[in-house]
């Protein structure tokens, strides 16, 4: 089955501890995409990559890292500077089509211990 | 000011009842609109997509685009318990990256 995989799908980081979430995708898209879910708030992009080796900072990179060496994956690190990483985290890709749609992964939700 | 700003409800409604979703945007830029459904602890899923003013209708659900107010909604006919979930707008520009600006997304329960 073709799709974006995320995992884990529930993660637990404990005060001053790094944690990195995992994103693959079969789909063969070159940008890849992640995303942070507030209750309220809608969805807020953290960092963009639109080919392999390249990356750009979203609207609130503060605290988080990424990189992308392979084309099928985009991980991202929570690192102990994001003071309130507790959120519904998702990764997306974009289509190819003319439309350019961003299909979605089923997200990772993180809490703070 | 929010660029997109979405009621976030929630909003509960009887199966069977017409509903309204409503997003207003300010950002002149944005050209590409869509809804997108998500239900609890999944990813979003695209539901409509439109570029132009005007309806668009796709089964039981019809977005809608008028660009002059800066105005879209997505009308559910005939709701059924399944539709039960969040709905988010989308919105963006004409640049190729394909970035895209959320609406805060609306809690929808349709009850039997």
């Known amino acids: 089955d073709g799709g974006i995989t995320q995992s884990p799908k529930y993660l637990f980081r404990k005060e001053g501890q790094n944690v990195t979430l995992s994103c693959e995708q079969n789909?063969?898209?070159?940008?890849m995409y992640w995303y942070r879910q507030d209750p309220g708030q809608g969805l807020r992009l953290i960092y963009y990559?639109?080919?392999?080796?390249?990356?750009q900072k979203g609207d609130i990179a503060e605290g988080y890292s990424v990189s992308r060496e392979k084309k099928e994956s985009f991980p991202l690190t929570v690192t102990s500077a994001q003071k309130n990483p507790t959120a519904f985290y998702l990764c997306?890709?974009?289509?190819?089509?003319?439309?350019?749609?961003?299909?979605f992964g089923a997200g990772t939700r993180l809490s703070v211990l | 000011q929010k660029e997109v700003e979405q009621d976030p409800g929630p909003l509960s409604v009887p199966e069977g009842a017409i509903v309204s979703l409503n997003c207003t945007y300010s950002?002149?830029?944005?050209?590409?609109f869509m809804w997108y459904r998500q239900y609890s602890r999944k990813g979003p899923e695209l539901l409509m997509y439109?570029?132009?003013?005007g309806n668009k209708e796709d089964g039981r659900f019809t977005a809608q685009v008028d660009k002059s107010s800066k105005y879209i909604s997505l009308f559910i006919r005939d709701s059924q318990p399944s539709d039960s979930a969040t709905y988010l707008c989308?919105?963006?520009?004409?640049?190729?990256?394909?970035?895209?600006?959320f609406g805060q997304g609306t809690i929808l329960t349709v009850h039997p």
């Open positions: 789909l063969n898209h070159d940008a």
């Open positions: 989308a919105m963006k520009g004409g640049t190729s990256y394909g970035k895209l600006t």
């Open positions: 997306a890709s974009l289509g190819t089509g003319p439309q350019n749609i961003q299909y």
């Open positions: 950002n002149s830029a944005f050209q590409y």
């Open positions: 990559s639109q080919i392999v080796n390249d990356f």
């Open positions: 439109t570029y132009s003013s």
